[in-house]
């Protein structure tokens, strides 16, 4: 064939793989995604572990990546693209120890591939992954995958698979009935022969035993990368490929010869290119993995998601008013390289928006042969009768722009009909007991269960049997009717997945292997006390310096912290923020540092020294968990970011026309200061705050009350100050958020204080003197060890008279948190003073003086 002939049918071929499109979640391939991309870290598969690196064996001299190659050959050879029969159809289960699929590598790659196979990935699938990841990790191109092989359920005709021994008119017509002419064949041959080896006894009549190391004779001198070497070696005479030289050669079994000389050397000359060579195994192998018998639809090439979540769950609650959420995000870091913050928008079960975001903290990363990936999770409950329909994904990025992905216009999609209750089913001895809430609108539902069936030796793929329940009455709760079934487990099966379905709803894909031992039943009454919300939330990765310290207390260096240690610690020593850095060490403060600046996630990878699961920092940099909410701080508020070409099309820009505000704020009693610049950093009003969903400026006035000012900001939090720290006055226009607990009404905005000022407010509360005492100051706290502990007196209409009198007895006493008393003859601990501005919680019964605040004492001494 001349060159332009040949770089026609180059073009011709690479066609094949200009097909993909960011795919649109949920979809049928999701998991064979995670198969391909997710190889080692957090939800990692570890499908490509026993291929990685390439030199990885199964025996001596057998490289891994060959034989799942080789493996993958033999199933696809079978087909035939005229009669539309066979091809990658996984039939090579069927055919171990068959005469044409002797030695060791078929069974051992079918082994390793069986544990993949699921209700959502064929063995078909899993061995075109397999092609892709031992390509990939060789050194190789990336082959494209296309999802929804169907596997066959008996073994293919005999003959198909090319013998060393064939005649050069048998290597056409074989190769022919997939689709590859005489320059494909080359092609082809050449790039499964750059990886591997021949083997005694596996072929005895190819090579002597003992004339190779570990009886493997491999194609090229370079036998674990995926390289030219077999065409450079083989045109330049210094080959040893046993199909081309040696005992072959007068056995009449040098295949290769036989192969690469069909056309005058012409193909495998220019595969010595390795952009060439590349390019033609890239495409020739996706061509390989795409013949599939008629009745089968193949998906688009699969692509990485950049946004797309994991284990979206709901979970009905005790008594039926809350549904929990959670679920992971997995973005896609090398991608979206900025990302600082990730949010989820959500709308209710009516389809109306939620103001406030959902805010999501790093669990993990992951890793592919080309993508990272970072996990953030989410967990929060929702009132049942809003609950949830849809979300999008806001990413926000290190330089203040944000960029909102909605699955392709889709949102994702959360159906509340039918919930899979995690916590009431169970599973031990035989015995898999499901439960389901489904909304008492919906048809009684059924339990699906998927099991792996084991089959017959030597074929190491199980089958997969369904069974279908119909589950049984149980309570009502709330909206919502519980639903009971038992499935059986025959000790003779292998692991089983199971869902719940009713109508058109279905709660799927559950791991029966991860049920606890006991069913715990749901009450039909709310829990007393409800858990409370958790006070220390993920505020990103931020930058630390030697010069000035981000958070000023280094607590501890250990080769045991974690995230849970760290905070715990600091907030034992009553600090807001806790930070882990460089993977061991803890750092506690209750502000950061204005030098310190929220960075990508990707630079917070450092696992933590007593939980390697989770990320603790990086070098100087801090993993920061504080008061929620977290937000991007150092920026004005969130913009949008500019499109760019490479980003994906489901990532849409945040619309920048969100509704300005121009009635002037106002409250009965309080007059409007304006609309005021605040930070993390420099908070404009110090004294109190609280973040809740029903922030409005009557909820936030009477929380203050007694304060002379008070603000609210970013939708749902609310300072109390007694005066401005900082008087810095911004346009009306800024302050655009909607309350958290009034939509009518605005509350400020990112950094944008909406502040009000009380017309009754008392003249400025102060420690008062107190006769026969001096005031100490302000003093730390904490509850496991009290600063002053020898009497305790609480009273919601606390003064500092009333506590000095309930410590007569005492040398020192001390006011918190506003109504807490404490007595004691000596200052105990270690924990020191704090700074004066933080003891400035207003007393219960009198607000013009101070009591304390949280973890903080304000302390009397008696005089001399
Ligand atoms: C997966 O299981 C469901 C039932 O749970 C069944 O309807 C579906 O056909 C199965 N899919 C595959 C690919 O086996
Ligand atoms: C092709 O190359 C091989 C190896 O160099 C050589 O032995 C053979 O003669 C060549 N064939 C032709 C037709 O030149
Ligand atoms: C199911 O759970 C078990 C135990 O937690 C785990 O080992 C296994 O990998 C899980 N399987 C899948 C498919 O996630
Ligand atoms: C529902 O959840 C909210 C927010 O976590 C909580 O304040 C409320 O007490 C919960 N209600 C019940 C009945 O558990
Ligand atoms: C915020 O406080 C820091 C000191 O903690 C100070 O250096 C900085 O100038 C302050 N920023 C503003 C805007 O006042
Ligand atoms: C804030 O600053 C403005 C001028 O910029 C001034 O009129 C106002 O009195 C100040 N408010 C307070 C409470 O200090
Ligand atoms: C503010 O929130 C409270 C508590 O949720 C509510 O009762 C009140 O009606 C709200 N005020 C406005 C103006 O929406």
Redesign the pocket.
Known sequence: MSTTAWTIALLFTSLHYTSSAAPTWPSSVDELEDILFLNSGYHARGFANPVTPCSKTFGPGRVTAAAWVRTAFHDAISGNIYLKTGGLDGSIQFEINSGENNGQSIPTAVGMWAPFLSNRTSLSDVIAAGVYAATRSCGGPAVPVRGGHKDAIKAGPIGSIPQPQNTIGTFTNQFASIGMDRTAMIQIVACGHTLGSVHFPDTDQVIDQGTFTDDSAPFDSTPSTFDTTIATEYLQGTTKDPLVVGRSVASKRNSDFVIFNSDGNTTITALQNAQTFSTACRSLFQQMIEVVPSGVVLTDVITPYDVKPYDVQLTL???G??ISLTGDIRIRTSQIKNAAAVQLLYKDRTGTAVSTPIETFVNGLASGFDDSYTFLGFS????ADKSISSFDVRVLAADGSSTTYNNNGNSFQVDDKVIYQAPQSCSGSGKLTAVAAVRNDMPVPQLQVVAKVPRASPNPVPSLSTTSIPMATQSAVGAYQLYSADYTIPSSLGSVTFGVYAGGSADTYKNGSSLASACKPLSTT??N?????PTSVFWGCYSDSFDARALSYQASDSSSVTLESCASQCSQLAYKFSGVEYGSQCWCGNSLDSSSTIQPLSECTQPCSGDPSKLCGGALRLSLYGPSPPRVSNSGPTSSATSSSTRSSSATSTPSSTPTPTAIPSLEGYDYVGCLSDSVNNRTLYDRSQST?TNNYTTCASFCSGYEFFGVEYSSECYCGISLLYNITEPLSSCSYPCSGDPSAFCGGSSRLTVFRSQSATGAPRNPPIPGYTYKGCYIDSVGARTLGDKVYFDAQLTVEKCAAQCQDFTFFGTEYGGECYCGNELKGDLGKGVEAECQFLCGGDKAEFCGAGNRLSVYEKSA
């Open positions: 609650l005790d008594g008013a809350n929060t409950d929702l009132p709310p829990p006390p409800p858990p409370s919300p969903p």
